[in-house]
């Protein structure tokens, strides 16, 4: 059974750091794109950031760039997501999901993912 669970999440205060993990099991984890979501309340889900198992695509929504860095490791099935600079409005539960994907493809922030993580809030106190 394929399960994703994410930790890390807490109540910062802006411009602090956060890292969250994601662990993955019961699907070949170098096979699939890992995708981080976040949704703030009375807000729609929003694409973080992506990294593709395939071939390695690193992709992050323009808000985060330059403050939130994605990295995993395949002998962990572990995907972390490195969060500096927060702000107010990164406040929001974050979720971790794959999806199958092959090399050459990349990683899509928009994609349709086939597993879901139950999230971890963040909340970031201004």
């Known amino acids: 059974e394929a399960r994703l669970v994410e930790s890390g999440g807490g109540l910062v205060q802006a411009g602090g750091s956060l890292r969250l993990s994601c662990t993955a099991s019961?699907?070949?984890?170098?096979?699939?794109?890992i995708n981080w979501f976040r949704q703030a309340p009375g807000k729609e889900r929003e694409g973080v950031s992506c990294?593709?198992?395939?071939?390695?695509?690193?992709e992050y929504v323009d808000s985060v760039k330059g403050r939130f860095t994605i990295s995993s490791n395949t002998a962990e099935n572990m995907v972390w997501l490195q969060m500096n600079s927060l702000q107010a409005e990164d406040t929001a539960v974050y979720y971790c999901?794959?999806?199958?994907?092959?090399?050459?493809?990349?990683?899509?922030?928009?994609?349709?993912?086939?597993?879901w993580g139950t999230g971890t809030l963040v909340t970031v106190s201004s």
């Open positions: 999901a794959a999806a199958f994907s092959i090399k050459g493809y990349g990683c899509y922030l928009d994609d349709d993912m086939e597993y």
């Open positions: 990294i593709s198992g395939p071939d390695g695509t690193i």
């Open positions: 019961g699907f070949a984890f170098d096979d699939y794109n």
